[in-house]
């Protein structure tokens, strides 16, 4: 387990995407993407890599329309294996399935590859590099895209075969489409106190609480205040956020109060929205 999805850091650790398809992405989620299901209804499947704890929930609206271009919302979740060696398995078996990888990068902090679900919605594998490697320079941590070694990564596997997503997977970070920089820094930072990692290029933020080198990425790449995903549209419906105890969620919740933010409190839980209406539960 890492330091940086516990107590005292404030980290993701589930996300509801809305499918067009329920079977259809059941199938890539327990296929290819190696997810076991642990709760089944008509209209939702909830996914986990361990069997256990719940990390991604697909669920079918009604009237589900496919993802319009150029809105905010997700670009990708990030599910943080726990080796080297567990990324060359997956590669190797997404390989063997055929599916297209859409890019891969070493970013001094991490080994990652992505690709897109069935519905577009971004999706990252990675590894963290052991963060006596990150470089770190007042309270900041810059990261690189260069090329992956793939070669590198496959020959750890060996003749070993992918078994699924290993127990000890998780959500690592998430990075998501927002239409204003500034609007989101001041939420996020002010609000929540993530710290500011890395800026880049005025178009994305890297953000942190803890000192890992990110737990939400946000960027401007769908264009300076794109509007939100439509209700029923295919997309993330929200992602989690897990505070260290109730006294800390409450003092943030108090802080994006005071900021003019909205607390939604329903049934299932206690929501807020960023500034570009990305929905975001708020769990102990
Ligand atoms: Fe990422």
Same mark, same amino acid.
């Given at each position: 387990?890492?330091? #940086? ?69 997700? #670009? ?22 055929? #599916? ?13 590859? #992505? ?32 090329? =992956? ?26 990075? =998501?489409?927002?239409?204003? =920089? ?101 769990? =102990?």
């Amino acid at each position: 387990m890492s330091k #940086y999805h516990e107590s005292p850091s404030i980290y993701i650790d589930e996300i509801e995407l809305r499918v067009l398809n329920l079977n259809r992405s059941k199938e890539f989620y327990t296929k290819i993407m190696g997810f076991k299901v642990i709760e089944e209804e008509e209209k939702r499947v909830v996914l986990s890599a361990d069997g256990v704890k719940p990390m991604v929930t697909l669920v079918e609206p009604e009237n589900p329309i496919p993802k319009p271009p150029r809105r905010t919302g997700l #670009y990708h979740f990030a599910i943080l294996l726990p080796s080297r060696k567990d990324l060359g398995l997956f590669l190797k078996h997404i390989r063997e399935m055929g #599916y297209p990888i859409v890019g891969g990068a070493y970013h001094g902090v991490s080994e990652a590859v #992505y690709l897109q679900d069935v519905d577009d919605n971004g999706i990252e594998i990675y590894r963290d590099i052991d963060e006596k490697h990150w470089d770190r320079k007042n309270n900041q941590i810059n990261m690189v895209t260069e090329p =992956l070694d793939y070669k590198a990564i496959m020959a750890l596997a060996g003749e070993e075969k992918w078994q699924g997503l290993p127990e000890d997977t998780i959500l690592g970070h998430i990075h =998501l489409h927002v239409g204003d =920089l500034d609007q989101a820094k001041r939420f996020y930072c002010e609000g929540l106190s993530f710290d500011l990692i890395m800026s880049m290029a005025n178009s994305a933020l890297f953000i942190s609480t803890g000192g890992y080198h990110h737990h939400i990425g946000l960027n401007i790449w769908h264009g300076k205040n794109a509007p939100p995903l439509p209700d029923n549209s295919a997309g993330m419906k929200y992602f989690s956020l897990v505070f260290p105890n109730a006294e800390i969620r409450e003092e943030k919740i108090n802080n994006l109060k005071k900021l003019g933010y909205k607390i939604i409190e329903d049934e299932a839980g206690i929501f807020t929205k960023d500034p570009s209406e990305n929905l975001i539960k708020l769990v =102990l």
